[in-house]
């Protein structure tokens, strides 16, 4: 796939692509009718880029994110993941073998955390390695990854004990511990006020970026799209990809370039 998106213009040649989209569509039969969430979206993705998705309430945003996470499937179209030099048709495998495939490559941060609340913080970090593999090396990981966020002394804590943001650090902390090539946020601030939503956003833009990892984060934050390397724009069911609109996204060869339409209106909720 690098061969054709290269030819197409569509990928920086110094960066590996991680993630294309190809006619990815999903629509809902809801009452009889049905409604299309996502129409027949192409993308392409380098490794180690952090990507934004603005749009609307309802635009179809968490829809994108469960589709390139393989939690939920496309009603046509295709999602690529490269993994040790390959190009894996995520959409082609089974839910095990997506949910292995996840477990391997992808981190995923939500809006509302998502921990295990009779699991204690050490043990919801721990949990995605356990699930992997038999022995105990997750702990010592995940005390680690627990220190760099923070959070060392609060190892025994259940997450009722913790604040939202730091219940947000351990979900980060958790989406790192398989040290995933793949970080995907739905809204990682939208439950926090803005002094703690922007310290945990600057923890994880900090760490995804001294690990390397691509990170595609759904926001209404345009603030957060100023830092970002790329920006789409999820309306009517396409994504229009703003580069130009952000500073990083000066950086030619840093800009990825999707088959989709620009536009040159400021970026609006
Ligand atoms: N299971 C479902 N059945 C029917 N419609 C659905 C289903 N899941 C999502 N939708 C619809 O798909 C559209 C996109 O939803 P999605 O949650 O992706 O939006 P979003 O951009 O993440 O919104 P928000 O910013 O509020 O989180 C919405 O209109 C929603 O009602
Ligand atoms: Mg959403």
């Not at 998705?53 to 690529?80: A, H, M, Q, W, Y």
């Not at 204690?120 to 627990?146: C, F, I, M, Q, Y």
Request: one cysteine or more; glycine letters at 10%; aromatic letters at 4%.
């Amino acid at each position: 796939m690098n061969k054709r998106a290269e030819d197409d213009g569509l990928v920086s040649k110094t960066r590996p692509l991680l993630v294309r989209l190809e006619a990815l569509g999903k629509s809902y039969h809801e009452a009889g009718q049905e409604k299309c969430v996502l129409d027949a979206v192409d993308c392409s993705i380098g490794a180690g880029q952090f990507i934004c998705l603005l749009g609307k309430s309802g635009s179809g945003k968490s829809t994108l994110l469960n589709l390139i996470s393989g939690i939920d499937r496309p009603s046509e179209g295709s999602v690529f993941i490269r993994e040790n030099g390959r190009d894996v048709e995520l959409t082609a495998l089974n839910e095990h073998q997506r949910t292995l495939f996840r477990r391997r490559n992808i981190g995923i941060i939500f809006q509302f955390f998502n921990l295990i609340p009779t699991l204690t913080v050490l043990e919801n970090v721990a949990l995605p390695v356990e699930l992997a593999s038999s022995d105990r090396k997750g702990h010592r990981r995940a005390k680690n990854l627990l220190d760099r966020v923070g959070l060392g002394d609060r190892l025994d804590s259940f997450p009722d004990r913790l604040s939202g943001g730091e219940q947000q650090r351990v979900a980060i902390a958790r989406a790192l511990i398989h040290d995933p090539v793949l970080l995907l946020a739905d809204e990682p601030t939208g439950n926090l006020d803005e002094g703690t939503g922007g310290a945990v956003l600057e923890l994880l833009l900090e760490l995804s970026r001294d690990a390397g990892k691509t990170l595609i984060m759904a926001t209404h934050d345009e603030d957060i799209a100023g830092l970002a390397d790329a920006v789409y724009f999820l309306e009517r069911g396409h994504l229009v990809s703003h580069y130009g609109l952000t500073p990083n996204s000066n950086r030619e060869s840093d800009v990825l370039r999707t088959p989709g339409r620009e536009v040159d209106t400021p970026i609006a909720q």
